[in-house]
């Protein structure tokens, strides 16, 4: 049997789910324990995400959630995969990040994406203007963000904490239009294959074609964002994986809720055509044994070239959260 060789880092992004009949503190207590667990398994770094209105996740204030994280962790770096730009101030993200940054130097990534993460009612009232809400102005934020870092053109605004205090600046998309950008400002890339899995391999390469080197990074530097659920065998990670399935469909349908169960989720009368919906949104995912998982990303590696995985796992109970990271750790060094 042939050997799987995952020789990249292995990173984490949680999204602090909030599970049918459970709280917002359990949720955030939960996604705490998963960043002391990964650190201790050797998990690269350990992101969290911007979402707003959405009942099933609670990581709706990145910068607060990474300053307790960062203090009960001590060597995974932490960061925002992402914080959404078109919500905030280009000064409040500086700050809030330049200070992460002072407090914990060389542990922090600014992930920054374009997108504001919820519908546009709750985007206006984020921004409380649809100033900046649009693809046109982000280039012209992003790079005043990166202003109070490095003082380049500096005006007559200087961030404190900030100007001198830099987080590592990624940019994260799901598209050809960030994945340009990241290459012409020669910043780190990460792509969110879980949710866009047919724009990945083109999306890496305009990155790839595009990039030019920077202060922030001397060659192209891509991470690729997938589903992962791991367990014992293929039959118990399908199930676990329900959940996950039947939250997104109903997102997608404009009626949002808490994490269901297993149970609940294998009992929901799918129609053939939210079936098949499903099925689409786990191709090219990573769902099954140490085995499976680890031949499935093997297999992403192959074809996107990917300097770095993020693995995002979405099931109902912490414990088989905390086991499908495990399962993957452990697994790596194994044949198949």
Known sequence: MATVVIDVPLSVLDLAPVARGASAGEALRHTTELARRT???????FWVAEHHNMPAIASSAPAVLLAHLAAR???IRLGSGGVMLPNHAPLVVAEQFGTLEA???????????????TDQMTALALRRTMEGL?????????????????GEDPGPITATPGLGQRPAVWLLGSSGFSARLAGLLGLPFSFAHHFS??????????????????????????????????AETDERAEWLAGPAGLSFLKLRA?????????????????????????????????TGSPETVRRQLGDLLERTGADELMLTTLVYDVADRVR?????????????
Do not use: K
């Not at 650190?39 to 770094?45: A, N, Q, T």
């Open 197 to 230: 899995a047919q724009n990945t391999l083109p999306a890496l390469a305009l990155y790839r074609q595009s990039f030019r080197p920077s202060r922030w990074l001397e060659r192209p530097y891509a991470m690729v964002a997938v589903n992962a659920v791991c």
């Open 73 to 75: 962790t001590s060597t």
């Open 254 to 286: 404009g009626r949002p809720e808490p994490l269901a169960t297993p149970e609940e989720a294998a009992a929901y009368p799918y129609t053939e055509l939210e079936r098949e919906f499903v099925a689409q949104r786990r191709e090219g995912q990573a």
């Open 39 to 45: 650190e201790e398994l050797g998990y690269h770094r």
């Open 134 to 150: 649009s693809a046109e102005g982000f280039p012209r934020e992003l790079t005043d963000l990166m202003n109070y870092f490095t």
């Open 103 to 117: 407090l914990h130097p060389g542990r922090i990534d600014l992930g920054i994406g374009r997108a504001p993460g």
């Open 324 to 336: 499908s990271f495990e399962l993957i750790a452990g697994g790596l060094s194994r044949n198949t």
